[in-house]
C-alpha cells in the first residue's frame, strides 16, 4: 500500500505561491496551505488565499504573528511608504527573517499534523534584496528544524522548486496548469486593482510581458 504524501505549502496568496500550490498538487500530494497574518500592510493577499483555497477545497490555515511589533520595514511600518520600484529602494521592503519565522512556524504546525514536508516558493528575482530566498538558507534551516524538533525521528524537509526559476519561467508553469491569477494578489501597496508600480507589482507586471500575456488584474 503507497503511503499518502503530505505537504504543508507556505500560501500568500500571490502568483508565485498560488503556481506553487498548484504545482504541488499536480505533484500528487494531499497539501495543506499556510498562510501567515503578520499584521502586514497588504493584509488583503490572505483574502485572495481563502478564496483560493477554498475552491481547491483544502484545509486552508492562517497563523498570526504580528511583526508590526518589530517593524523596520515598509510592509509593517504604517509610517513608512511603499516606494516605487523607480525609486530603487526594494531594501525597504524587507521584511527582517520573514522567512525563517514562517518556516519555522509552517514546521511547528506540521509536526502537529503529521506533516514534514515544507514547500516555499523564492524565486531569482528575490536574490538581490531578500538574503533568506537562496537555498542555502533553506539547506541550513531544514537542518536545524530538524535538530529542533520535539520528534527525534523526525527529517524535515524545505522544498523550493522555483529558486532558480525567474517569474516568467514560473507563470508558464501556471498556465500550463490553468490557474486562476485573476484570484490572485501582489501589491504590496494592498490595493484592488493594484497599483502597478511597486516592486511586486512591477516584477509581475514584466513577467506577463515577457510571456506575451495581460495580466487579467489590470486588464
Given at each position: ?22 504545482e504541488v498538487l499536480d505533484r500528487g500530494y494531499s497539501v495543506y496551505p499556510v498562510s501567515f497574518d503578520y499584521n502586514q500592510r ?178
Open positions: 500500500m503507497t503511503q499518502e504524501k503530505k505537504a504543508i505549502v507556505c500560501f500568500s496568496g500571490g502568483m508565485d505561491s498560488t503556481t506553487l500550490l498548484y497588504h493584509r488583503v493577499e490572505l483574502e485572495s488565499a481563502a478564496n483560493i483555497a477554498n475552491r481547491l477545497r483544502l484545509p486552508h490555515k492562517i497563523l498570526k504573528i504580528d511583526l508590526g511589533q518589530i517593524g523596520g520595514s515598509a510592509l509593517t511600518d504604517m509610517n513608512q511608504a511603499v516606494p516605487d520600484q523607480a525609486a530603487n529602494q526594494q531594501f525597504s521592503t524587507v521584511v527582517p527573517l520573514r522567512n525563517a519565522l514562517f518556516c519555522t512556524l509552517a514546521a511547528s504546525y506540521g509536526e502537529v499534523i503529521g506533516v514534514d514536508e515544507l514547500f516555499y516558493g523564492p524565486v531569482k528575482e528575490d536574490f538581490l534584496a531578500y538574503r533568506d530566498c537562496r537555498r542555502p538558507f533553506y539547506d541550513s534551516l531544514e537542518q536545524a528544524l530538524t535538530l529542533g524538533s520535539s520528534q527525534e525521528d523526525r527529517t524535515v524537509r524545505i522544498h523550493t522548486p522555483f529558486v532558480d526559476l525567474y517569474k516568467q519561467q514560473v507563470l508558464l508553469r501556471g498556465f500550463a496548469l490553468n490557474i486562476p491569477y485573476e484570484l490572485t494578489h501582489t501589491c504590496y501597496r494592498g490595493q484592488r486593482p493594484p497599483c502597478g508600480e511597486c516592486d511586486a507589482c512591477k516584477e509581475r507586471l514584466a513577467a506577463f510581458a515577457r510571456v506575451g500575456r495581460t495580466d487579467p488584474l489590470l486588464a
